[in-house]
């Protein structure tokens, strides 16, 4: 099975990268993550739990790799390392903006770029709210390449009982979207799955 890369950048919602990384890994996906400097700071304000601490945690698994957001000779950084996509997870305005108009200044936005390139799936999972008209025209180049954004918005039709509940319910659509899933399970429900 081909990598999946996570970007991680400065945008709220690490709970979100936390678990879609978890979630690939439970599945014995290989999965490289790369995370700004920006999302290492908001991730401290957010999680219980460092960055370094949970990547610790990551590293003991066999299919996981990291790589610094400023490693230029990562293999992610070019088309001819094969990686089955990427999501940016959270995705700042910032990050959106970027890979929209093709400026790669750091691993993450270069493997994001790779990935147009290269046509392989790239999902971006948005961060900011509301949003204004740079913002939903960096989305609609995005979308207009192929490029999947998936906010983390809520099913309010299954009743989330907690964050936990719309946390699984966004990363089973990364799963989907990043083509490892055919669709969302039947069963899903939040507060479990059968």
Request: proline share 6%.
């Given at each position: 099975?081909?990598p999946?890369?996570?970007?991680?950048?400065?945008?709220?919602?690490?709970?979100?990268?936390r678990a879609?990384i978890d979630?690939?890994?439970?599945?014995d996906?290989?999965?490289?993550?790369?995370?700004?400097?920006?999302?290492?700071l908001?991730?401290?304000?957010?999680?219980?739990?460092?960055f370094n601490?949970?990547?610790?945690?990551?590293q003991?698994?066999p299919?996981?790799t990291?790589?610094a957001?400023?490693?230029?000779?990562?293999?992610?950084?070019?088309?001819t390392?094969p990686?089955?996509?990427?999501?940016?997870?959270?995705?700042s305005?910032?990050?959106?903006a970027?890979i929209?108009?093709?400026?790669?200044?750091n691993?993450?936005?270069?493997?994001?770029?790779?990935?147009l390139?290269?046509?392989?799936?790239?999902?971006?999972?948005?961060?900011?709210?509301?949003?204004?008209?740079?913002?939903?025209?960096n989305?609609?180049?995005?979308?207009?390449?192929?490029?999947?954004?998936?906010?983390?918005?809520p099913?309010?039709?299954l009743?989330?009982?907690?964050?936990?509940?719309?946390?699984?319910?966004?990363?089973?659509?990364?799963?989907?979207?990043?083509?490892?899933?055919?669709?969302?399970?039947a069963?899903l429900?939040y507060g479990?799955?059968e």
């Open positions: 099975m081909k999946i890369i996570v970007g991680i950048s400065g945008a709220s919602g690490s709970v979100l990268a879609a979630e690939l890994l439970r599945r996906v290989p999965t490289v993550a790369v995370c700004s400097n920006g999302a290492k908001v991730w401290q304000e957010e999680m219980e739990e460092s601490t949970c990547l610790a945690g990551w003991e698994n299919n996981f990291n790589y957001v400023n490693d230029f000779r990562a293999p992610i950084a070019s088309g390392y990686t089955g996509g990427m999501v940016v997870v959270p995705a305005m910032n990050s959106i970027s929209a108009n093709g400026l790669s200044g691993l993450l936005l270069r493997a994001a770029d790779v990935c390139k290269e046509s392989r799936p790239l999902v971006v999972v948005p961060r900011e709210t509301p949003l204004h008209s740079i913002h939903l025209k989305m609609l180049t995005l979308s207009r390449m192929g490029v999947v954004i998936s906010p983390p918005e099913a309010f039709y009743k989330p009982q907690s964050l936990a509940d719309i946390v699984r319910f966004t990363v089973s659509r990364i799963m989907v979207a990043l083509g490892l899933d055919d669709a969302l399970p069963n429900q479990r799955e």
